[in-house]
T-cell receptor
Framework: QKEVEQDPGPLSVPEGAIVSLNCTYS??????FMWYRQYSRKGPELLMY????GNKEDGRFTAQVDKSSKYISLFIRDSQPSDSATYLC?????????FGAGTQVVVTP | GAVVSQHPSWVICKSGTSVKIECRSL??????MFWYRQFPKQSLMLMAT?????????EQGVEKDKFLINHASLTLSTLTVTSAHPEDSSFYIC?????????????FGPGTRLLVL
């Protein structure tokens, strides 16, 4: 079993809709949780960073962490075609990251 | 702006040759850097941890004699793919952790695309 599970998609939504992404994990030692956005042929770009259970908002992005359920989510409000990318969850206890497989998101105009 | 750079951004080489990829932290020192490989439509896979002043640690299944890592300074790590073969063609990405207010964030380089003919 992988330590981090993420549905690879693709997830297609119309412009303006809410994009909902999630990952589950099995290692209770993970303390830091990240979401990265990766455009085709580019390196990952950090979007959100959380370290405690609860919600964190940054503009149109909301990250949720539920450590009791070992479940994290990313929500993108008012989605735009420019949000079309692969979104990877990542988590670590310190140092090395464990990544999910990445979810491909397509926002259609 | 970018805090981690990689060079080159892409490289094409003949089978059997060696290729060196550089990873630099631009405005901070990194005693540790990480090297990842990403095949098309797959997630990043950690290859090795580069440690300044000591040997790199490799993940299971990664050949240390094939993927030579040198952490030359607190801002530079290099990955050399020795005797590259077509199956080594991939997207190689490095990351470096940067501490900010007591928390650590991984910053990634833009990646190096390697094509071995």
């Amino acid at each position: 079993q992988k330590e981090v599970e993420q549905d690879p998609g693709p997830l297609s939504v119309p412009e303006g809709a809410i994009v909902s992404l999630n990952c589950t994990y099995s290692n209770s030692a993970f303390q830091y949780f990240m979401w990265y956005r990766q455009y085709s042929r580019k390196g990952p770009e950090l979007l959100m960073y959380t370290y405690s259970s609860g919600n964190k908002e940054d503009g149109r992005f909301t990250a949720q962490v539920d450590k009791s359920s070992k479940y994290i989510s990313l929500f993108i409000r008012d989605s735009q075609p420019s949000d079309s990318a692969t979104y990877l969850c990542a988590m670590t206890s310190w140092g090395k990251l464990q990544f999910g497989a990445g979810t491909q998101v397509v926002v259609t105009p | 702006g970018a805090v981690v750079s990689q060079h080159p951004s892409w490289v094409i080489c003949k089978s059997g040759t060696s290729v060196k990829i550089e990873c630099r932290s631009l405005d901070f020192q990194a005693t540790t850097m990480f090297w990842y490989r990403q095949f098309p439509k797959q997630s990043l896979m950690l290859m090795a941890t580069s440690n300044e002043g000591s040997k790199a640690t490799y993940e299971q299944g990664v050949e240390k004699d094939k993927f030579l890592i040198n952490h030359a300074s607190l801002t530079l790590s290099t990955l050399t793919v020795t005797s590259a073969h077509p199956e080594d063609s991939s997207f190689y990405i490095c990351s470096a952790p940067k501490a900010n207010l007591g928390k650590e964030t991984q910053y990634f380089g833009p990646g190096t695309r390697l094509l071995v003919l």
